[in-house]
Structures are given as C-alpha cells and as structure tokens.
C-alpha cells in the first residue's frame, strides 16, 4: 500500500485527463505520472530511499506535487515545511527530523540554508530555482527519462510518509507520523462525501506543506481524478474570476478566505458561479459569513473538523444536512465521544473533551513517546477541544482546552511566542492569547511586563518577535501592563487580561 497508488490507478483510468494546473500550466494524469517516475529515478540516484526523511520546503507549485508524490514511491518519508518559517524554528525541526535530505526553492533559502549547513545529517540538498547555491543540486537536473521502467519501494500500511510539525501549547513543536494507511484512509473516507462530476475543477490557495491542503486539495483531487486548479497565495479577485470562467468547481478554503471572498464579491458581484459546493475547515466559520457566502454563490458550503494527528478529516456535515454550527458526524470510519477527565462519556448537551479513533490517527509523535502516551490515551486520540453532542448526534466545538489560536487558518500557539518574549532582555513576563478579529478569526495578542527600570516600546518589542517567527504568528496587538492576572496557585488567567486601553 503506498499513497501514489491513487496516482497510478487514475492514470490508468483517465491518462488525458489533466490533473494540474497552476499559473497556466497544465499537466494530464498520464504526464505527471510520467515526471514522477522521472524524479524517483533521478532521487533514487542522488541517494534517497526507502525510510530516509526529507524536508521539502517550497511553496504550492507543479514541482511540490511531482516530489511528494516521488517520494512516496521511493518510499521516503516527507517533512512539509512552511517555507517562511525562521531560523529557530526550522533549526528544531530539522534536527529533531534526522532529515536526510533538504529540497527547497531558491526564493526561500535566507533562514533554511545556515541551519541546513550546520547539520552534517542533512547530506543531499536540492534546489529548485534558477540561483541554486553552491553544494546544492539543481531540481531541473534531477529528472531521468533516460529508462522506460522504474522501481517502486514495496512499503505497507503502517509505514510513516509524512512527519508534520505541529505544537501544543507548551515546549517545541511534535512531529506527528502519518503513514501512507492514514493518509489514505482519510481520502477514502471523506471522497464519499464528495459527490464529484466529470470535468470538476478543484480549486485551492491552501497551502500543500499543510495537512488540510495535502488530504483535501491534492490526494483527493488525484483520488478521484479531478483537475487541481492551485494557486501559491491566495487572491480573492483571482478565486472569484476562476469561479467564473470554470464550467463547474468545488472549492476548498478556511474561513478567512470565504470572508475575503465575500468581502470582494460585495464589491463587485460575480457574474455567474460555478461552484457546486465548498468545503470550510481550520476553524469555526461566523453565521453572517457562512449565510452570505451561500446567497453570493448560489451553493452550500460544508464544514467538518479535523486535526493534524488524524490525518486531518475526522467530523464533518453529511451532503444536504449541513446544521450550522456543529461539526457534523464521524466519517465513516471514524468514531467520536466527548468524555469528561476520567475518560467517561458524558450526556447530550454536556461540555467535555472531543476524542477521537479511526484509521486516520496517527502513528504517534517523534521521539515524543510520553506525549503520545497522553494524546493517544486508551485507543482513543484526545484532541484537547471542548465539545457536546445534541440529541440528534451532531457534535459542536465549544471552545479549546488548549490555548492555540487559530489565525486564519493557521495554528498558532502562545507558547512558542512567549518564549521569543522572554529572549528579550527588558521583558519579566508574556502572556501570549488570541482575541476576536472579524477577517482572520482570531489575531494574535501580548500583554507583556518589563523588568524593573527596563525600556521597551510595544513596537519595538514588535518587531523584536517579528524578526524571529513567522510573519502570521507575531503578535499585531501587545499592551505592556504591570502585572498579569494569576489564580491562588500562581496560574497566568489569560481570560482576565484586558487589552483595552
């Protein structure tokens, strides 16, 4: 079993059929087949095989998709990376990988390369793009066509294809294993619940180092032999002018893009839409926006939930019984309970812990056994969110046990920042929190103490985070205060801190 055995069938199914298309390239089912098997050869030459880790650290194009596919076949194991994270971040997670092998683009290199250079592991290093430094390889050289036969890695089920990176709200971020059975599992699960036509057109600007976009955008796409329309950042005016010209399509998207989308349509009404339906997911999409979105588009929009650890899809609304608000069901598959701090269910319309079991839960966290031994408690995958099920089965997200902020879609959690905060000499102490914002969802905020006849502007304190994180985690709010509100234990209580003023 191996995940580019979707690949595979639908070129034998639909060889014509284009699979990709981006900036006006397009590529058919039978062509990016053909490439693949190029880079396996070309990949497999330069040293990378079956088991070995490889950070790829690119931005949506054709190119991403042909090497992760590639790597697949090779039976390697892909480290997604965002390409615009910082040196301190990219230095856990590349050694924390044991990553063999490093593919980036020439565009996104500043912050990857000294830390690619420090570590001796990383031994083979690709570029994609025209100034490829020195002791790098070209990506261009790498395709071999030279053989008209290749040879696949024999992997199974339970064999790791991605470690994707992501944080709890306290230490360094845990690397959650998904093998080629969970990724797969999660695509079979959710395609049934994606009634699909002949000629739709996929379109997504999220992002593919990003389990959302990886499942949903791309392995479906190729799954179900769908055209995947993609975008490297996300333009309002470029989504709404494909929904128009496109015969028929499906969108993916968060919810800051359905608002911007909306936002832009207000502006100027589109002139007709193609959009059979939308599927919303990385956070909780506002009534008005959801309503709005379905009025301007003629079409229905679907949410569900998922998580990283599970692949990501494990709830979500079934076709034409969408109740605003919840998260849906299992997919089939998949079980849900919400449980109380001893494991036991709790009755309809109580509050307690979402957990989760299913094929798409992950293997476990790298190097992490204790953490996967508290998150994988008793067969079931504990997701850290409040929820409760009404009395017809629906489950809704109350609020997060956890204290991660979802900014547009993205994960970002206070710890990490607070700890950028404390590298700062004047600051005592952070409390990092997110707060209401009507585009995003939630914005990232401080309040921040100095130490004692220390200075520091909130601006420069700013900038200070701004240059050592990612430029969507920084905090865009930050009110230095004279104290933080505690409980009788000492407990910072976030929900106390006022930032008014």
């Known amino acids: 079993m191996n995940l580019a055995d979707f690949l595979i069938e639908t070129t034998g199914r639909l060889p014509d059929q284009n699979a990709l298309s981006f900036k006006g390239e397009t590529v058919s089912f039978l062509e990016m087949d053909r490439r693949v098997d190029a880079l396996v050869r070309g990949l497999g030459r330069r040293g990378l095989g079956l088991g070995d880790r490889c950070v790829l650290m690119m931005p949506n194009s054709i190119a991403w998709v042909l090497l992760y596919y590639a790597l697949a076949r090779l039976g390697a194991v892909v480290v997604p990376v965002n390409p615009v994270y910082r040196r301190g971040e990219l230095q856990h997670i590349f050694s924390d990988s044991g990553a063999k092998a490093f593919i980036g683009h020439a565009d996104f290199l500043d912050e990857a390369m000294p830390v690619v250079e420090s570590l001796q592991q990383m031994s083979i290093r690709i570029v994609d793009g025209e100034a490829v430094p020195a002791g790098c390889v070209p990506l261009s050289g790498l395709f071999d066509y030279s053989r ?143 309503k709005r979105f379905e009025e301007i588009f003629s079409t229905w929009i679907m949410e569900g939930y998922g998580l990283t650890e599970s692949s990501p899809t494990c709830l979500e609304n079934p076709p034409g019984r969408t109740r605003i608000g919840s998260i849906g069901f299992p997919v089939p598959g998949f079980r849900a309970r919400v449980v109380d701090d001893e494991d036991n269910d709790v009755p309809p319309g109580e509050v307690g812990e979402l957990v989760i079991a299913g094929p798409g839960v992950m293997q476990g966290y790298l190097n992490q056994p204790e953490a996967t031994a508290a998150t994988l408690k008793g067969g079931w995958l504990h997701t850290g969110d409040l929820a409760r099920q009404d009395e017809d089965g629906y489950f809704y997200i109350v609020d997060r046990k956890k204290e991660m902020i979802i900014r547009g879609g993205y994960n970002v959690y206070p710890r990490e920042i607070e700890e950028v905060f404390y590298e700062h000499p004047a600051v005592l102490e952070a409390a990092v929190l997110g707060i209401p914002h009507h585009d995003l969802g939630e914005e990232v905020a401080a309040a921040v103490v100095l130490k004692p006849d220390a200075g520091a502007s909130e601006e420069e304190l700013q900038q200070f985070v701004r240059e050592r994180i990612a430029p969507y985690k920084y905090p865009r709010v930050i009110k230095l205060v004279d104290e933080l509100p505690r409980n009788s234990a000492g407990k910072v209580l976030k929900r106390d801190i006022s930032l008014e003023g």
């Not at 690397?175 to 049934?192: F, I, K, P, R």
């Not at 389990?211 to 709404?240: C, K, V």
Request: charged residues 15%.
């Open 148 to 290: 008209s036969t290749v040879t696949y890695a024999a992997t199974a089920a339970g064999d790791p294809f991605a470690i994707i990176y992501t944080s709890g709200t306290t230490g360094l971020p845990k690397g959650a294993v998904l093998t080629h059975g969970n990724l797969m599992s999660d695509v079979l699960a959710v395609s049934g619940l994606r009634t699909s036509e002949p000629g739709d057109i996929v379109l997504s600007a999220l992002p593919l180092f990003h389990i959302y976009g990886q499942t949903h955008a791309l392995n479906l796409s190729i799954y179900s032999g769908l055209t995947l329309r993609m975008w490297d950042r996300f333009d309002p005016a470029e989504i709404i002018a494909a929904i128009e010209e496109e015969g028929s399509t499906v969108l993916y998207a968060v919810p800051t893009m359905i608002n911007r989308l909306v936002e832009q349509a207000d502006s100027s009404l589109p002139r007709r839409s193609s959009l059979r339906f939308c599927v919303s997911g990385g956070a909780s999409l506002p009534l008005e926006v959801f």
